[in-house]
């Protein structure tokens, strides 16, 4: 698609991720997580609750509170599924599937 988009910026096609567009422009800006919130990232989605992954990265709930909350406004995303979803999309964790798989309590 040719036009411009609402900053009159030239606008030269759509990059799909997942059920949003954006634009080219748009989509090849690089989505940098710091080592720390790829941790919480990491711990959130083998599902851990944000007190387990404090726990286990020795800092306070609302340390990894505040790790979760940059990681869905840089991933604009408003939920632990989302945020993982987009992150394994994007490349920016791998994606290792555990159907059936039960993590140690």
Sequence with gaps: MEGENREGKKRTGWYFVGYSAFTIERAHRAIRLTKREIEVLALIAQGCSSKEAADALVVSKRTVDFHLANIYDKL???????????ATRLGL?????????FREA
């Design 76 to 86: 604009q995303v408003n939920n632990r599924v989302q945020a993982f979803r987009a």
């Design 93 to 101: 964790i791998p994606f290792e599937p555990t159907f059936g798989q």
